[in-house]
């Protein structure tokens, strides 16, 4: 399996742009979640998702952040308008219900987003 | 609520030799998974061990094994023959049986001295 795949890698942008960030979970893996993470606060959930459903995005900072998963292998974060404190990297990860490993969160490489 | 704490925020072992991760937790409940992940420099999280609560018998993973004492809520990871790719940040982590928030430490650094 390729395991979770996120795009961009890298992400510069400027203050007040909408920033899209994308996720491609394991297939077969029910369950999406996208975290975030900076010096001052480590690793942050911000939402995931159970069989592209939101369940839990009370970790969402504030409105100008929205995630959707409109189907099982794709999922997106936006940040709309972005701003300087947003800069972070940030992980999509995706884990299964069922089986062997369930529970287990495999994480993407990472978006590093750096907003000037 | 869950916790989890890691009081050594950063770990020196020379290579070859052997290193101890300490990671205690807390909740109320008595069915959870515990796990260890690794971030390089690349910023990858990558899964080291995990360990179900259940279990009495300590994961182990080639050189990586832990100690889970349940009664204590004490989950250490053992590094045995460390490599210099072992250098990282080790974060430990808990998630429970019926739920699904996976709640992080804040993270060791490993050095490793060649």
């Known amino acids: 399996d390729a395991g979770v795949i996120q795009s961009p890698r890298h992400e510069v942008t400027e203050m007040g742009q909408e920033v899209t960030l994308r996720c491609k979970p394991i297939s077969g893996h029910d369950y999406l979640f996208w975290y975030r993470q900076t010096m001052m606060r480590g690793l942050e959930l911000l939402i995931y998702?159970?069989?592209?459903?939101?369940?839990?995005d009370s970790g969402m900072p504030e409105d100008r952040f929205s995630a959707k998963m409109p189907n099982a292998s794709f999922s997106t974060l936006k940040i709309q308008p972005s701003e300087p404190r947003d800069s972070a990297v940030y992980f999509c990860a995706s884990s299964s219900g069922t089986g062997l490993t369930t529970k287990t969160q495999y994480f993407g490489p990472g978006t590093r987003l750096l907003v000037l | 609520a869950q916790t989890v704490t890691q009081s050594q925020p950063e770990m020196s072992v020379q290579e070859a030799e052997t290193v101890t991760l300490s990671c205690t937790y807390d909740t109320s409940e008595s069915d959870y998974y515990l796990f260890w992940y690794k971030q390089p420099p690349s910023r990858q999280m990558i899964l080291v061990i995990r360990q179900e609560a259940y279990k009495q018998q300590n994961a182990t993973e080639n050189r990586f094994s832990v100690n889970f004492q349940k009664a204590a809520k004490s989950f250490s990871l053992k590094i045995s023959d460390s490599q210099l790719g072992d250098a990282a940040m080790y974060f430990c982590?808990?998630?429970?049986?019926?739920?699904?928030?996976?709640?992080f430490g804040a993270g060791t650094i490993l050095r490793v001295k060649s």
């Open positions: 982590a808990s998630v429970l049986t019926y739920g699904n928030k996976l709640v």
């Open positions: 998702f159970n069989n592209n459903v939101p369940i839990d």
